[in-house]
């Protein structure tokens, strides 16, 4: 069913442009900053490791906070725009301490400045991505419409991972060996300059719904309606379950390519396309959630995936392009499970009013922000089992411990796949359910404002 185009495309083109430098910023700080600060600023990898490892704590820990401040905190009448707009001084700053540290400390840094500021930036990322999402679901009350509203916003995230990732080799090819320094300098200013630029263009054209003042819940009964949202709790459990194949395989993959295929230099390319077949992907996703819903729309993609994954099995040394053709397919069919699953969200938050009373958009997508997290973190169980297994990159491994790699590759996400289709085959709210959810806050609302008082008049006790 063709949704009900609540947001026109140059509004909703514009909403989904701050995606781009979101994820442009967020791309290099897992691939690019720990190598950097490592060896070039002289840490130590140690050192390093240590520091992100808290930042990680600390941006879990964080999630749900900055969720029920903006949630509850508006400006002017307004939860969402308010606070994107409030990252992005914060996240400016951030991103010159952190991406250009030559620039203000010189040749060194301490510890201590880059886990000051890898911090902050975290506090500043969650909060702009948190009051996106928040806004993407309160943007449409319509089924579909929701679905092409987050649609257009993972498009555009991909697409800024797509582009900073793409930087990197293009100044390998235009200026040759280029030093890492220069590379996340380049990605920072890339975030300097599209950052401010984009947030103001959505927060200048696209409406946020006005706010009406939740009921107050007192944090034991909140926390005891959250528990007891069961769609909630299958949907976390989903999140969970498809961010172990993408850490799994994203963490695996350069030793896969290294010592199961063999091509290191086929690295990047074979990774971009990746990024490329999901710009593809994500419309044919949300286009497949219009006819079957979109949690049947996951189960179709976790199948796909499943097959595909499959396929690595198969890959002996030298199969360059059988390995780049799962890996766009892979792309083609894994990128929009992420849309879906932030589309359901937007419907269990009004699952949610229904039963509290209050709209906490924010905290939701913190916790869905927050299980994403643990499962790509879960990932790294794979590198002490290889370890046990007897793997070592490098091609130092027998056939063995690489027959070791290759099953770990497939058999962690293959597991995790087959767990969220039986959390989603059967999920409960689809778009019937979804529009009884809908008329029954309408008629709430109503209730409400006939109660209320009207202009000029006084309420009585």
């Not at 606070?83 to 250009?100: I, K, N, Q």
């Not at 059967?426 to 009884?436: A, K, N, S, T, Y």
Request: proline share 5%; glycine share 8%.
């Amino acid at each position: 069913m063709t949704p009900r185009r609540e947001l026109g495309t140059a509004r909703l083109f514009a909403f989904a442009l701050p995606a781009m430098p979101l994820a442009a910023l967020y791309s290099p700080i897992t691939v690019y900053l720990p190598p950097f600060y490592g060896t070039e600023m002289g840490l130590g990898l140690a050192v390093v490791g240590g520091v992100f490892i808290f930042a990680r704590v600390w941006d879990i820990v964080t999630d749900p906070v900055l969720g029920i401040l903006s949630d509850r905190v508006a400006i002017r009448g307004s939860r969402r725009r308010p606070w994107l707009a409030v990252s992005v001084p914060l996240l400016l700053v951030t991103v010159v301490m952190v991406f250009m540290p030559r620039a203000v400390s010189g040749e060194t840094v301490s510890a201590g400045y880059l886990m000051f500021w890898l911090a902050v930036m975290y506090v500043g990322y969650t909060l702009a991505t948190l009051s996106q999402y928040s806004w993407a679901s309160e943007l449409s009350a319509d089924y579909n419409e929701r679905s092409r509203i987050m649609g257009w916003r993972e498009f555009f995230h991909l697409s800024g991972m797509l582009a900073v990732l793409s930087l990197p080799a293009a100044m390998e090819y235009f200026q040759g060996n280029t030093s890492l320094g220069d590379k996340v300098a380049t990605m920072g200013m890339y975030v300097l300059v599209l950052l401010p630029l984009t947030v103001g263009l959505a927060v200048a054209v696209v409406p946020e719904h006005p706010h009406r003042r939740n009921e107050q819940l007192d944090w034991r009964e909140g926390m005891r309606i959250l528990l007891r949202n069961a769609p909630m709790r299958r949907v976390l459990a989903t999140d969970l379950a498809v961010g172990i194949p993408g850490g799994v395989m994203g963490s695996l993959y350069v030793f896969f390519v290294m010592d199961v295929i063999r091509a290191p230099e086929w690295l990047t390319v074979i990774l971009l396309g990746f990024f490329a077949a999901g710009l593809l992907g994500v419309p044919l996703t949300v286009r497949l959630s219009y006819r079957v819903g979109k949690h049947h729309a996951i189960v179709a993609c976790c199948v796909a995936m499943i097959l595909v994954t499959l396929g690595f099995l198969a890959l002996e040394p030298g199969d360059v392009l059988p390995f780049a053709a799962l890996i766009v397919a892979s792309g083609l069919v894994f990128n929009g499970i992420n849309a879906m699953l932030r589309s359901i969200t937007a419907d269990i938050t009004d699952y949610d009013q229904v039963h509290s009373g209050s709209e906490r958009a924010g905290l939701y997508y913190a916790l869905l922000t927050l299980t994403s997290k643990i499962g790509y973190a879960f990932a790294l169980i794979t590198y002490p089992v290889l370890e046990w297994l007897g793997y070592e990159a490098g091609g130092q491994s027998g056939a063995q411990a690489i027959d070791a790699l290759r099953y770990t590759f497939v058999v962690f996400p293959l597991t995790a796949l087959v767990v969220a289709i039986c959390l989603m085959w059967r999920f409960p709210i689809g778009l019937e359910r979804q529009r009884e959810i809908r008329r029954l806050l309408s008629e709430r609302q109503r209730e409400d404002e006939s109660v209320r008082p009207q202009d000029g008049e006084r309420a009585h006790p």
